[in-house]
């Protein structure tokens, strides 16, 4: 399809692959830091008001308003705040933080700048997954560069505030991404979840009020100072506002991250000549996951849909982390789920019964299933381990202290629901389908 | 006696360099804190966690050795075994496996002569979880570098520069 899909100016993805798009000289000949340098003349509630009145929801999975979580903080507590910035990005399908950390790390640091000031934060701590070598690199020299230019340090820009940045790396545990989980990780221990509330806006950092943001989100924050924040807000919709990166992967012609508006459909970044630019010639979807592994999967008449939080919401599903995984007619739809419910049971920190025991009980049905081993009743006990976990439709939180329950549930429930013949046929005809292909054939190792 | 933990001066100044910062990064009573980093520093040093560091890295940081155990046993980026001077992390999540990550593995091990989770002198080969590379898939990492959009001629010029 040509290209129809309405084309917006680009906020985070900007300067990405451009020449040295990752230092401070770059960034500041691109206006970088003059946001900062507003923000520094008002006053921290004028700051939360205008990022509140920007309708930036966070990127990192949940879309919770941003101003609204900033405002949570007390302003009156004696210990100190904290900020983490949560770049432990492990959702299958998603790789968006990942290209702000390498092309444009100065972004992100004055979102943490400004949030900082506005919270009264003195320390952030920057969390990437421990996987992240080089864009722990990059960012660690941006920090660097930004304590060498007076941004981070003793004063910001000259005004008598101090504030610290530092990077730590995770040690690959996707759990850590999970917020009271990061921070368990940031304070030296296992990932392990934290019963809620108190929220970390409460009791977060050593028991510190702390605020827990994507890099996305932050490094969102400059635009709203920089466009003002009505302006911002007028990229979006009426609850979300902003444009946002989605990351395609799966069986396109042109998997790659994208910054999209809000208004952007499913459909338009499969087939738009400036997104994906379709399906190989004779494959047709048949299969969209549209907010990382976790988002329940939508079937291929259930494109016509926004990828934006609300959205999405009415098709039972989520925007999630914007990781959209695109599966063609040739896949094996036991397969896949077997494949993600691996990774949910690999995952699972082993904290909650229902989700240390339900993930590999799911994982050994699907296997069973898939080599032609599946009984009659075998769908029906899948479905039931999964709402062990966490029932559907969903009522609230599931059966677990943290929302990987929810993540390891809903694909089943979902994909239980929308291909439940191929699990029958699967069963039926003691076998796999679609044979030893059941990936189709992709790229060079078809 | 047993060996000494560091067998060179530099090593044990890379450590305590290393150690002070950490600690530096969090406030005086959290010193504990500083567990994730100072597992990392040891393993960038010994290139994997020895029992012995274990206990070393628990004294400097005021906790029990099990908490060190309980930290590095809990994370898989930390070896508890020495690994081979090459560690292959091959992702097999949904979108390489879209692109042919079951196949990129078959071939890695039938090419090094182990199964996935099998370690030898050289190699140590594992399956991993995604790796944040589905846009570049397949994807794997050897010794945290990543390697992505491979094609088996590209992963043959690869593993031939690994001596």
Known sequence: ?446 | MAEPLFTSEEEQKKFDAGIAEIISHYPPDRKSAGMLPALRLLQEIKGWLPPEGLRLVAKHLEVTPERAMEVASFYVMYHLKKPGKYVIDVCTNLSCSLWGAEKMLAYLEEKLGLKAGEANEKFTLRETECLASCGTAPCLQINEDHHESLTQAKLDAILAKLS
């Open chain 1, 1 to 446: 399809m040509a290209s129809t899909a309405k084309a917006i100016e680009p906020i985070i993805s900007a300067a990405w692959g451009k020449p040295q798009s990752w230092t401070l000289d770059s960034y500041r000949k691109r206006g970088g830091y003059e946001a900062l340098k507003k923000a520094l003349q008002m006053e921290p509630a004028a700051i939360i008001d205008e990022v509140k009145k920007s309708n930036l929801r966070g990127r990192g999975g949940a879309g919770f308003p941003t101003g609204l979580k900033w405002s949570f903080v007390p302003k009156d507590s004696p210990k100190p705040k904290y900020l983490a910035v949560n770049g432990d990005e492990s959702e299958p399908g998603t790789f968006k933080d990942r290209y702000i950390l390498e092309d444009d790390p100065h972004m992100m640091l004055e979102g943490i700048a400004i949030a900082a000031y506005a919270l009264g934060v003195h320390t952030c701590y920057v969390y990437l997954r421990g996987e992240f070598k080089f864009p722990a690199e990059r960012t660690q020299a941006a920090i660097d560069e930004a304590y060498k230019a007076g941004i981070f340090g003793k004063k910001v820009l000259g005004k008598d505030y101090e504030l610290n940045c530092y990077l730590v790396r995770g040690a690959g545990a996707y759990i850590c991404g999970e917020e009271t989980a990061l921070l368990e990780s940031l304070e030296g221990k296992k990932g392990w979840p934290r019963l809620k509330p108190p929220f970390p806006a409460v009791v977060g950092l050593f028991g510190c009020p702390t605020v827990v943001n994507n890099v996305e989100t932050l490094a969102s924050v400059p635009a709203i100072f920089q466009q003002g924040a009505d302006a911002y807000a007028k990229l979006g919709t009426d609850k979300s506002g902003g444009t946002r990166l989605v990351c395609l992967s799966g069986t396109v012609n042109r998997p790659g991250v994208y910054e999209v508006s809000m208004f952007t459909t499913l459909a338009e970044l499969i087939y738009d000549d400036k997104y994906g630019r379709g399906m190989p010639a004779g494959r047709k979807v048949k299969a969209v996951i549209p907010g990382g592994s976790s988002a329940p999967v939508l079937g291929a008449d259930e494109l016509d849909v926004a990828m934006e939080f609300e959205a999405l919401k009415v098709k039972q599903t989520m925007a999630g982390s914007g990781g959209v995984i695109v599966m063609d007619d040739a896949t094996c739809m036991v397969r896949s789920l077997w494949r993600v419910a691996r990774f949910y049971a690999e995952e699972s920190c082993g904290q909650c019964t229902p989700c240390r025991e339900g993930t590999p009980w799911q994982t050994r049905l699907l296997r069973k299933i898939e080599e032609g081993r599946g009984e009659p009743g075998d769908i029906d006990m899948l479905s039931n381990v999964a709402s062990s976990i966490a029932p559907y439709p969903p009522i609230g939180l599931g059966n677990t202290i943290c929302a990987l329950g929810d993540a390891a549930a809903l694909p089943t429930h979902s994909f239980l629901m929308r291909f439940r013949d191929e699990f029958e046929a699967h069963i039926r005809e003691h076998r796999c389908p679609f044979g030893d292909k059941p990936w189709g054939s992709f790229g060079d190792w078809s």
